[in-house]
């Protein structure tokens, strides 16, 4: 009778079997490819952040070191202009460093592309500036003790040539040795400083900037009290922008404490009984016309300098 109504069990359980089924190793598959991109999406955003932080990190730092310069400067600034100097030589360069600390000052402020490299120039120029200002109050320090002493000997001459006429004439031949030898020192001195230009050739040019050499001559000075024999004398030249002009091995020499860089050097035997005439070259390129400042430093002690007007 189910024949007869047209139900064949085999026909259904065949189409059953038929109806497609989930691939599993497909399913898998997506799964492991989602997780991995999971992964790296989570790796690259710990990657931005930590990258993103550090250059915040490091904007403050620099921003920090900024400051810290322009601080810096700003004391020293101060520290300039409360010296106070009657001696006309040293007033007249403190006036022409105090102006480079106001250039310096507005270029800071102008400044506006920061990175280490410009923090550590700039603080390469403030310390210059610094170990100048040092180096003139320790001048200045000396010529305050020294008048100091000079005031208080020559009171006491006068007491005892007020005290004793007899003792006058001792008294004045002591003050006048004591005077002769301050004038004097027992150190080497450099007068008639000059700044030639010179050619590849040697020969002299009269703009600066044709120059490939330098040339400063000087006279070491005649002095009894002076050690004779070979001296090493250091020059610094100091070019119009303010910049001590160097060899790219940068040499430094002590100076008070402190190493100081030199444009050139040169070893000279001296006889202290009479002037000796001084040449010391400097070889570079790109000099610009302007104010040139020579210093020269013998046995820990500056001889002489100069300041000398190239076109």
Request: glycine residues 4%; proline residues 2%; hydrophobic residues 35%.
């Amino acid at each position: 009778m189910e024949n007869k109504q047209g139900y064949d069990p085999s026909e259904f359980e065949e189409d059953d079997y038929m109806t497609p089924q989930p691939d599993q190793n497909s399913i898998r598959g997506y799964r492991i490819v989602i997780i991995i991109l999971s992964v790296i999406l989570v790796a690259l955003s710990a990657l931005y952040y930590g990258i993103h932080r550090q250059q915040m990190r490091d904007n403050e730092l620099l921003q920090a070191d900024r400051d810290s310069i322009q601080s810096d400067l700003g004391r020293l600034m101060t520290d300039y202009d409360n010296l106070q100097i009657s001696n006309d030589s040293i007033s007249a360069n403190l006036t022409i460093e105090r102006e480079r600390a106001d250039s310096l000052m507005t270029r800071l402020k102008k400044e506006r592309s920061w990175n280490l490299a410009k923090i550590k120039q700039y603080e390469k120029e403030v310390g210059t500036l610094r170990s100048i200002m040092k180096s003139y109050v320790r001048q200045i320090d000396s010529l305050n003790t020294l008048n100091k002493k000079l005031i208080k000997e020559n009171v006491s001459y006068r007491k005892e040539i007020s005290s004793a006429n007899l003792r006058a004439e001792m008294a004045e031949e002591k003050a006048a040795e004591l005077d002769n030898k301050v004038r004097i020192g027992a150190v080497l001195r450099a007068r008639d400083i000059s700044l030639t230009a010179l050619n590849v050739n040697s020969r002299e040019v009269t703009r600066v900037k044709n120059a490939s050499r330098l040339r400063v001559d000087f006279v070491l000075a005649a002095n009894e009290l002076a050690e004779p024999g070979n001296k090493a004398i250091y020059v610094r030249i100091t070019s119009p922008d303010g910049y001590v002009l160097t060899t790219e091995e940068m040499p430094t020499f002590e100076f008070e404490g402190e190493r100081l860089s030199y444009s050139a050097m040169r070893e000279v035997e001296y006889d202290n009984t009479k002037d000796l005439d001084v040449g010391i070259f400097y070889t570079s390129k790109g000099f610009t016309a302007g104010t040139y400042r020579i210093q020269l430093y013998c046995e820990g002690r500056l001889i002489g300098q100069a300041e000398i007007a190239m076109r």
